[in-house]
């Protein structure tokens, strides 16, 4: 397959186009809510850190965790263009905070 054959480069994509973007908000003014969710180490990188994660093997604690940290970016960049309110932004942030505490004590308990 040739996005298998292309995948082993991605981290060193990420990494560039991350410093192309700081570069260039030198130059160019960006929303930094979105640029910095998106392109920054965010969304991007957690992608690709969960990638990796899977691929090593990594518990799914740690697995989780990376995809928690990807759906609260998304929330953040929703709540800034005012397409969630804060008081949905908030308890959605809560609420999903606490369901992936327990949904990993869950499956730690679990495997025990």
Same mark, same amino acid.
């Given at each position: 397959? /040739? #996005? ?7 981290? @060193?994509?990420?990494? &560039?186009? +991350?410093? *192309?973007? +700081?570069?260039? +908000?030198? &130059?160019?003014?960006?929303? $930094?809510? %979105? ?11 957690? %992608?690709?850190? /969960? ?10 604690? !740690? ?5 928690? %940290? @990807?759906?609260?970016?998304? #929330? ?6 005012? *397409? /969630?309110? $804060?008081? +949905?932004?908030?308890? !959605?942030?809560?609420?999903? !905070?606490?369901?992936?505490? #327990? %949904? !990993?004590? #869950? ?6």
């Amino acid at each position: 397959m /040739i #996005f298998k054959k292309y995948i082993k480069h991605l981290p @060193t994509i990420v990494i &560039f186009l +991350s410093v *192309v973007v +700081s570069f260039l +908000s030198n &130059f160019i003014d960006f929303n $930094y809510v %979105l640029v910095g969710n998106v392109i920054g180490y965010s969304i991007l990188w957690n %992608l690709v850190i /969960i990638y990796f994660l899977k691929r090593l093997k990594y518990c799914v604690h !740690t697995i989780i965790a990376m995809c928690n %940290l @990807t759906v609260l970016n998304i #929330f953040n960049i929703l709540n800034s263009y005012d *397409v /969630i309110d $804060y008081k +949905s932004y908030n308890l !959605t942030y809560d609420g999903l !905070t606490l369901l992936i505490m #327990f %949904l !990993t004590m #869950f499956i730690y308990s679990a495997k025990k």
